[in-house]
DNA sequence: GTGAAAGCGCTAACAA
DNA sequence: TTGTTAGCGCTTTCAC
């Protein structure tokens, strides 16, 4: 189906090198044999099988990413960095799915750890993030394999790492309201505690109160089971709150929408600030007051640092880099 | 790095072809070579070179996959599902982002058509859908590639095809508002109004209203460069509207908020309902009732129809199935 | 200026 | 039971 050099070289009465120099602009070919080969793979479409180049060559160039929830928003933004990115440097990305398991984190990378991919762009799932599971991030990179690793990160593998600065932003944005709005009551909402990053913003927020506010830190947990509209109306219902920090990018907006629906003004009686898209900052009326994380930047980040270890073949693996990437303030509507 | 046959042939002073026979458990070897060559294959963490394997057998177990939004929530969950029925089988993906642009959905297809892949399965981009473009798809069909389309999908095509019911879900869920519920002015909200989708959709809505209501079609237009929330605000200031039904996922909730924004009492005064996920339904009080695609079985679908085509070669290629994914309705309180 | 041959890692038909 | 060989499609060194 496919046309090879094999077939070109038979029609053309030459040798099959003659016709992989022709197309590859030898030096050593004549002119006019380049016309005549360059005309005849036009004309059947001739396209060099990449298999055979990546055999040849022993190098894929394609990338294995491994994520741990595609539905995440910002984990598929992420993806899309990495894809345009990818991309532009002529690489194809093969894409696992974690389903945030440590059972299908380690097949993803065994599956494509047999000469499938070049090395790999990952986000580590929650439940290796629970475990602290790191063997198999050890065993590949020791395959010779590099392993980029992006927002939820394993400290103890060591490797190119992108992240964000989770606790600062949430620190800031704590204060913000604490110091710049004169916010008394400034509560923490997330359903991501179990994460490396839920676990830093949790931080930077505990930090902020202890140190600007005369209450405790006052934290909603939420879990995946729970109807997160429910338990937000009952968190308000039972405390007097007026400021909001999210930590995940859905309880922004039902924190608005839950306000509102109790009798709420926001931003007047109630403050809303919290990691989210703009996309999802939208599903509110006040729309709102967002913490960017540049999604996009992170995975073309993870990808230009991969793709630098893999041209560096000779570079040391303990000479890793870590780039953070600096979130960003959307001021909207749900705060003053 | 990677262990070959090669290194163990020679290790274990036998030939390749007994190691290769040896691990693929053939009879004619004997029992105890083959427990010394599984040992020590054991040892080293052997895995076959995929990519030999791939060049070997002419086929690489890999499916490319062209999106045209993996922001999209719809297409991000096919997306997961196929990825989850392509590991099922075996089947690694390799995924391209067209952005809705026909040119790169072209390069897509180009880049991948080179022996990556071993078939297509693609969601048609906005623009080959306005341009109504389909040469490139017949072309990767005549190179032996097969494609399955899903959701937007290019009539003109003989290929596989997963679709779902978007006229009659569109239909009936105009028809409950209008009879069940005795709305009197539905109206009809839809930034989707280019795809063919969408076009079914509106056509759906346009058949009901004509049919049970005494006015006349009343629809909403939203463009990406809109702000939806203002301009879904104007048309509910401008017309009187009891009920909604939205095309695209974010109408929906966006429609529920600003009624509340303005007064109305949702369902009461106003009827809601539109595709979108749960997830998103979740983003408004009351939630969104729901037209629900379920995604993951579209991808899923997909994914059986290609790998059934792969291994009947001999099939013919004009005799192709389309399977419709029948839409759920779930009632959520944006409805009577 | 062109061609023959080796080799990337693997499988399988054939020989021994 | 084990080994030899050819070949998948390509690049590249070395001969001619």
Redesign the pocket.
Known sequence: M?V???QL?KEL??????V?????N?????E???KRVKELAELYN????K???S????KTKTIGVIIPDILNHFLAKVLFGIEREATLHGYNIITCISNESLEQEKEGLQLLAN?SVDGFILCVSQETQVKNEVAHFKKTIAEGLPIVMFDRVAHDVLCDKVIVDDFDAVYNATNMLLLLEGRKNVAFISSIDDLSVGKLRERGYNKAILENSDHLPLVLRISKIDDSQLKIKAFFENNKIDGVISADSASGVIAINTAINIGLNVPKDLSVMGFASNYIANHSIPKLTTIRQHAKDIGANAVQLLIKRLQNKNASENDVSTRIIKTSLIKNGSTL
């Open positions: 496919m090879t050099l094999k070289a009465n030459v040798s099959i090198s003659t992989s120099k022709a197309l590859n030898s030096e050593e070919i004549g006019d044999t380049i001739y396209k060099p099988n298999v055979a180049l055999l040849k060559q022993n000469g």
